[in-house]
């Protein structure tokens, strides 16, 4: 993440710095709450080998910027740092990750559910999985980021 709460890149993802990004002990935040997603072996019945994500950089950091912002919104004492990968990522690698603090735990969960909620509706990133047998695209983001709709979904399941 190397200094910006947003990334977007093909390194590994390095949730530790994440964390440190997040915890600034000045805050006085009191929970720290993480998410990593990772390759998952099996999906609807075929057994996945890999995945290639792709990203048009530019566009997903500006994405995942409105993300931010969006989060702080909601809950203005929280503080998230989030990075996404691109290129091969191998079966139980991190794809995506998030850290989230607050000085209470209920908003340090609810805006890093948030957040990935929001990535899975807005971020132009796009993802192919390679299993036995063949190849697909995954679809990707569905929404408009200025959808309210979308938003106000994301904030649902993120507190609901």
Do not use: N
Not at 22 to 44: K, L, N, P, Q, Y
Not at 100 to 121: D, G, L, M, N, W
Not at 129 to 154: I, K
């Amino acid at each position: 993440m190397h200094g910006r709460l947003v990334g977007i890149g093909s390194d590994r993802l390095d949730l530790d710095e994440a964390v440190r990004q997040v915890s600034d002990g000045e805050a006085g935040h009191g929970a720290v709450v993480t998410f990593i997603g990772t390759v998952r072996g099996e999906t609807a019945g075929r057994r996945v080998l890999w995945l290639e994500y792709e990203a048009y950089d530019a566009l997903a950091l500006k994405a995942f910027q409105s993300i931010l912002d969006e989060a702080r919104q909601h809950w203005p004492a929280a503080r998230v740092a989030f990075r996404h990968r691109t290129g091969r990522v191998e079966l139980g690698e991190a794809s995506v990750i998030i850290a989230a603090s607050s000085p209470h735990r209920a908003e340090a969960f609810a805006a890093c559910r948030y957040v990935i909620e929001r990535i899975k509706q807005v971020a132009p990133v796009w993802k192919r999985e390679f299993f036995e047998g063949g190849e697909s695209w995954v679809e990707g983001a569905t929404a408009h980021p200025d959808d309210e709709g979308a938003r106000h979904e994301a904030f649902r399941r993120a507190c609901g």
